[in-house]
């Protein structure tokens, strides 16, 4: 999470460590981004492990691209949607499979993306700009107990009505059509003092995000899916940015015990100090992983 000479992926030495990259394995990246964590996946998979990457975002896969064309015929990136891993590896098992759902610093570096309030671009969000309804869409059409609902729900913002009503009584002045407008709709109405300085509206714009792009839809179904195109041994690392997420990985690990896998972490393992330091964004990431064992059903 960085651009793409600064990137710096999330917790790479302990994805690393957890998802025991070898050389020979098949390795899926099924949120590619920029390619920081696929790129030391094939370094140490090397000389003839694989890996296969997805992305839904067109833009940050070409990125990937160029980056990772130094590993040659090692490497495929396919765009397309981290459920839909079963279907892109067909009958071949994958060693291990590593998720980092959190947006991309190209994404969020992005003014004209629309994901971040800090500069002033297009209220849009999409991951995949080719289709969907944007952030605008979302914030001046739905009803104001729809939009108090969405931002508690996917934000979990306690001041969730509050915003709600300062979006729709802005909103009837004038068509909400930037982040910056948002942000700073959101900021008279949300109480000014957030634990860890967190910026009042992270959270709505948060909410907006995993709605615009469905984050949450068939999450679990999407980690159990994953799992099971595991080898015997083989190791599904999830490295998500916020509760819902990890709730969503928490639970899926905690069913697929019930059924020939074991939970290799406890406890969510979280970035250390210095990793906070130098990458402010890692704060909040939390890595989980499960293994399939022999006899897994």
Not at 7 to 27: D, I, K, M, S, T
Not at 176 to 187: C, G, P, W, Y
Not at 228 to 245: K, M, N, W
């Amino acid at each position: 999470m960085g651009s793409d000479g600064g990137h710096v992926p999330v917790l790479l030495a302990e994805a690393l460590e957890l998802l025991a990259v070898r050389p020979g394995g098949l390795y899926v990246d099924g949120t590619v981004g920029l390619g920081g964590h696929a790129a030391a996946v094939l370094r140490a998979s090397a000389p003839d492990g694989r890996l296969l990457g997805l992305d839904r975002d067109g833009e940050t896969l070409e990125r990937a691209r160029a980056r990772l064309a130094e590993f040659g015929g090692r490497v495929r990136l396919e765009p397309g949607d981290y459920r839909e891993i079963p279907e892109r590896l067909g009958r071949e098992k994958a060693d291990g499979i590593l998720l980092d759902l959190g947006v991309s610093s190209a994404q969020l570096d992005d003014a004209g993306r629309g994901f971040s309030f800090q500069a002033e671009g297009p209220l849009d969000m999409r991951m995949d700009r080719s289709a969907g309804t944007t952030a605008a869409d979302l914030v001046n059409r739905m009803r104001e107990s729809e939009l108090a609902d969405l931002i508690y729900e996917y934000g979990e913002e306690p001041a969730s009505r509050r915003i709600a009503r300062a979006i729709v009584f802005a909103r009837e002045r004038q068509r909400i059509a930037t982040t910056t407008e948002l942000a700073d709709v959101v900021r008279r109405a949300a109480p000014r003092r957030r634990p860890g300085g967190l910026h009042p509206a992270t959270r709505t714009f948060q909410a907006l995000r995993i709605r615009v792009n469905r984050e949450l839809e068939g999450l679990g179904e999407a980690f159990e899916g994953a799992a099971r195109c595991l080898t015997p041994g083989g190791r599904l690392a999830v490295i998500a940015f916020h509760s819902l997420e990890d709730r969503a990985a928490k639970e899926a690990f905690r069913a697929l015990a019930a059924r020939g896998f074991r939970v290799l972490t406890k406890k969510p393992i979280r970035p250390g100090e210095a990793e906070v330091r130098a990458n402010p964004r890692a704060r909040s990431a939390r890595l989980r992983a499960v293994e399939r064992e022999e006899a897994a059903a």
